[in-house]
């Protein structure tokens, strides 16, 4: 299956939603008028992409109907796709440096899927020969250490972790003196994500943030949250959070396909200024993908 049709199959439920919608509006109205173009905004607020990212768009929109009298519906698509796509950015991988440590710290509330894509991601990257190693550094959910311990096993990854409740600085510091005496290639660091208590989890993520720029001053470090597409604009308020708790580097969505939410990627890169670059897109290994920003919105905007 290539990108765009994964997106497109990914993305059923939010585009039957958009779809539904956009017909209506145009059956209304017809034309680009002010009364069609806030009816699209709302579309867009509903499919989460945003009140702020919405309104961006609107006003991008109305300033191209001004500049070009073009208020054609393949013009105005076509614009509304190039102001997404800005918002969104370019294409982005994560950045992996041949010869050094890399270090992807996890991040993101329980429930997200955080420990479910570090093993997916340790799995990609043993299948292309690197030497992985992952870190359970979520020690206040006994869950959150199985869970990893149980994809290391699937994968052949080792997987470091110390007692229930026990110190996860602690542990970040032993995988990385696991990682450097074993060259591996990548450590993952799982984190713990309890945002109830953000002044905790602040602390928390400067001291595994210390450590390593002790113990690993010459490793390629990246952080890389993790949200919910299903969870809608309360993904939003994650990614406000984290961002003050951590410089993020990297934002990935996971289960995209669950709900008629999937707008909410316009959303979060627009509110993080970082890019998307992971998209799960079902439960299988291979059904995580690099987000693709083109095959994204024209899956999104797809009248099919």
Same mark, same amino acid.
């Given at each position: 299956?290539?990108?765009?049709?994964?997106?497109?199959?990914?993305?059923?439920?939010?585009?039957?939603?958009?779809?539904?919608?956009? *017909?209506?509006?145009?059956?209304?109205?017809?034309?680009?008028?002010?009364?069609? #173009?806030?009816?699209?905004?709302?579309?867009?607020?509903?499919?989460?992409?945003?009140?702020?990212?919405?309104?961006?768009?609107?006003?991008?929109?109305?300033?191209?109907?001004?500049?070009?009298?073009?208020?054609?519906?393949?013009?105005?698509?076509?614009?509304?796709?190039?102001?997404?796509?800005?918002?969104?950015?370019?294409?982005?991988?994560?950045?992996?440096?041949?010869?050094?440590?890399?270090?992807?710290?996890?991040?993101?509330?329980?429930?997200?899927?955080?420990? *479910?894509?570090?093993?997916?991601?340790?799995?990609?990257? %043993?299948?292309?020969?690197?030497?992985?190693?992952?870190?359970?550094?979520? *020690?206040?959910?006994?869950?959150?250490?199985?869970?990893?311990?149980?994809?290391?096993?699937?994968?052949?990854?080792?997987?470091?972790?110390?007692?229930?409740?026990?110190?996860?600085?602690?542990?970040?510091?032993?995988?990385?003196?696991?990682?450097?005496?074993?060259?591996?290639?990548?450590?993952?660091?799982?984190?713990?994500?309890?945002?109830? @208590?953000?002044?905790?989890?602040?602390?928390?993520?400067? %001291?595994? @943030?210390?450590?390593?720029?002790?113990?690993?001053?010459?490793? @390629?470090?990246?952080?890389?949250?993790?949200?919910?597409?299903?969870?809608?604009? @309360?993904?939003?308020?994650?990614?406000?959070?984290?961002?003050?708790?951590?410089?993020?580097?990297?934002?990935?969505?996971?289960?995209?396909?669950?709900?008629?939410?999937?707008?909410?990627?316009?959303?979060?890169?627009?509110?993080?200024?970082?890019?998307?670059? #992971?998209?799960?897109?079902?439960?299988?290994?291979?059904?995580?993908?690099?987000?693709?920003?083109?095959?994204?919105?024209?899956? #999104?905007?797809?009248?099919?």
């Amino acid at each position: 299956m290539g990108i765009f049709d994964a997106f497109k199959k990914g993305l059923q439920k939010t585009r039957d939603f958009w779809s539904a919608e956009w *017909t209506k509006t145009v059956a209304s109205h017809g034309k680009f008028d002010e009364e069609m #173009l806030d009816d699209f905004e709302e579309i867009m607020v509903r499919a989460d992409c945003g009140v702020a990212a919405s309104e961006e768009i609107i006003s991008g929109i109305k300033e191209y109907i001004k500049k070009t009298g073009d208020d054609s519906h393949e013009g105005v698509m076509a614009e509304v796709k190039r102001l997404m796509l800005e918002i969104l950015r370019e294409k982005t991988v994560i950045d992996i440096v041949p010869g050094k440590l890399n270090i992807i710290l996890m991040v993101g509330v329980n429930g997200t899927g955080k420990t *479910t894509t570090a093993g997916k991601l340790a799995s990609r990257y %043993k299948a292309e020969g690197k030497k992985v190693i992952m870190a359970a550094a979520d *020690t206040f959910r006994a869950a959150a250490v199985e869970q990893l311990k149980a994809w290391g096993e699937r994968t052949s990854t080792a997987v470091i972790s110390h007692a229930e409740g026990s110190d996860p600085a602690s542990v970040v510091y032993d995988a990385i003196k696991a990682a450097q005496a074993r060259g591996s290639d990548i450590l993952i660091v799982d984190t713990a994500g309890r945002l109830h @208590n953000k002044k905790n989890l602040m602390e928390e993520l400067s %001291k595994i @943030n210390r450590i390593i720029a002790r113990e690993a001053a010459d490793a @390629n470090v990246k952080s890389l949250l993790i949200i919910d597409a299903t969870t809608g604009q @309360n993904a939003v308020l994650q990614t406000e959070a984290f961002s003050e708790a951590v410089d993020l580097d990297y934002v990935g969505i996971t289960k995209l396909d669950g709900s008629a939410k999937g707008g909410v990627a316009i959303s979060v890169a627009y509110t993080a200024k970082v890019p998307i670059v #992971l998209a799960g897109l079902g439960e299988g290994v291979d059904d995580l993908m690099d987000f693709d920003p083109e095959a994204f919105v024209d899956s #999104l905007l797809a009248k099919e």
